[in-house]
């Protein structure tokens, strides 16, 4: 019996084992008549264990794969190349009672060494590249990082083993060497011929250097293109959208796929001059304006009662989701998707801040203010997105913009980053950790030294209250990931177990002295890494 057929049996008894024999009969082969075939099933299994283990049928050697391909980037240091075997193989011991204890978390680490080994321009040793392939398998998160690290040798080892499929699905051009962008006959020969992932990776690199080379590409063979093919290749349009985009994509407002319209439409709406950011403009200041007297003035809305045809084309979606009403769902999307510009001359001139401050009747704040902050971001305006965070020291409850943690971290990420650290400071500072974690997220790392300090204090003002650190176990895993690891010095101090108040809960005072001896060490050893990645220690 050949290798393929014996693959086949096997195959075929493992699917009738997984699916039960009555739902797939065993393999003829191994079903003689008269017996039962769960029982056929189990002794052909046993059969088939053992010559499977005991060798396989030699087949004529293949030919030898092309050597891999040289990577002329540097190795990192001795030191570093240790502590990334270090952290691909070791783990954190967890400690009795689902404590964490005071040892780093190193899988947390090695995120922060692939980035810092990557903006050095390492390349990743050859020994460690199963090891970073297998880590990169486990986790999503570190795939990015770990190809990009891995570069052109990994590609060439994932070929090798079927679990490492993903590098090839995730690289760019799923691996392929892509021509120069200024060759023209070799990208027309590729975007002809390529495959998808290929052909994406090649409008892309084609965008990057010559945006009108590359819309020229996709418009030769829109017509022909498969809806979802179009949907991807629309939204490499985002990298460097400009007015000159528009053109094509008005023209792909009328693409016979809903998705592929909503896209259009959306592009369209972040070029706040273009032709359907003026209808949008017309459409939704006509629901939404001043209202009342000089001396008090508000807000009225006044929502659609249709969503007509044009509307339609322009991106709007009919149906709300369940649970929304109709008319609010169709002039969120209209306020969404008018120029931020509009507003201050529909309202006298008025600044963004006096408009987000002025008086909404009839309930619509919410919905106003909502949309007013998806706006925001898709513009990218950093002065709707201050005016709608308001300051950070007011009570979310009662601000003057948006009250949703949500939609404050998107505006925060509007802002330099330097602004934004310091307004989450300020927000932390007044109101605490316990709705911080979100905002904390879109900070800059490390963070910047008003952003640490704040964070640090309210943690101590925690540690004092005499409650258990688990209530901020996420923020301090932020911390160990986030703050500047010179800060360790400044938290030798909070390391000590301190005395028990009146009304502390029982052993808090050392769980708080476990979590921060587990935050200094961690952040030494961040520290420690930095070192080693720049040759400052000895190898």
């Known amino acids: 019996m050949t290798d393929s057929s014996n693959t086949d049996l096997w195959e075929g008894l493992v699917t009738s084992a997984l699916l039960g024999t009555d739902r797939r009969s065993p393999p003829e082969a191994v079903l003689p008549s008269g017996r039962e075939a769960t029982v056929a099933l189990l002794d052909a299994a046993a059969v088939y264990t053992v010559r499977r283990r005991a060798g396989l049928v030699p087949v004529p050697a293949a030919p030898r794969p092309d050597p891999a391909p040289c990577d002329t980037r540097p190795q990192p240091p001795l030191a570093a190349r240790r502590r990334l075997a270090q952290l691909l193989a070791d783990r954190a011991v967890p400690s009795s009672g689902g404590r964490r204890g005071a040892a780093p978390d190193l899988t947390e680490l090695l995120p922060q060494w692939l980035t810092k080994a990557n903006e050095h321009g390492y390349q990743a040793p050859p020994p460690l590249l199963p090891a970073l392939l297998d880590a990169a398998r486990a986790r999503t998160d570190l795939r990015p990082q770990v190809l990009a690290f891995a570069g052109s040798r990994g590609l060439w080892l994932a070929r090798f083993n079927a679990e490492w499929r993903f590098a090839l699905r995730g690289a760019s051009g799923g691996g392929a060497l892509l021509p120069d962008a200024t060759d023209a006959g070799a990208v027309a020969a ?60 008005e023209q792909a407002l009328g693409d016979r796929s809903r998705n592929v319209r909503a896209t259009a439409a959306e592009l369209l ?118 005016a709608l965070l308001d300051s950070p020291v007011t009570p979310p409850e009662s601000g003057l913009g948006t009250s949703s943690l949500a939609e404050r971290a998107m505006l925060l990420s509007i802002l330099p980053a330097a602004e934004r650290a310091l307004w989450v400071a300020e927000f932390i500072a007044a109101h605490g950790l316990s709705e911080a974690f979100q905002l904390l997220g879109v900070c800059a790392v490390p963070w910047a030294e008003p952003l640490g300090r704040s964070v640090v204090d309210a943690l ?32 030798d101090l909070l390391t000590a177990t301190p005395d028990e108040v009146e009304g502390a809960s029982p052993g808090a005072g050392s769980y708080w002295s476990e979590a921060f001896q587990r935050l200094v060490s961690t952040l030494r050893l961040r520290e420690a890494m930095q070192r080693e990645l720049v040759g400052t220690l000895p190898g």
């Not at 011929?193 to 030769?220: H, M, T, W």
């Open 190 to 249: 590729l975007w002809e011929e390529g495959l998808f992932a290929e052909r994406v990776a090649l409008l892309a690199a084609v965008r990057a250097q010559d945006a009108g080379s590359a819309l020229a590409l996709l418009a030769g063979t829109w017509s022909t293109e498969r809806a979802e093919d179009r949907l991807m290749f629309l939204d490499s349009l985002r990298a460097g959208l400009s007015e000159a985009d528009e053109p094509f994509l």
């Open 269 to 386: 709406s972040a070029l706040p001059h273009s032709a359907l950011a003026g209808r949008m403009a017309k459409r939704a200041v006509s629901c939404v304006g001043p209202h009342g007297s000089a001396g008090v003035p508000s807000i009225a809305v006044a929502a659609p009662r249709e969503c007509d045809a044009g509307m339609q084309r322009d991106g709007v979606v009919p149906t709300p989701p369940t649970g929304r009403g109709a008319r609010s769902w169709w002039l969120g999307q209209l306020v969404e998707a008018a120029p931020l510009s509009a507003w201050p001359e529909r309202f006298g001139g008025r600044s963004a801040r006096e408009i987000v401050a002025l008086p909404v009747a009839d309930g619509w704040s919410d919905e106003l203010h909502a949309a007013w902050c998806r706006a925001a971001v898709r513009q990218r305006d950093a002065e709707w997105s201050r």
């Open 460 to 491: 101590d003002i925690a540690r004092e209250a005499g409650s258990y650190p688990w209530s901020f176990s996420g923020v301090m895993g932020l911390a160990e990931r986030c703050l500047d690891p010179g800060e360790s010095s400044r938290l």
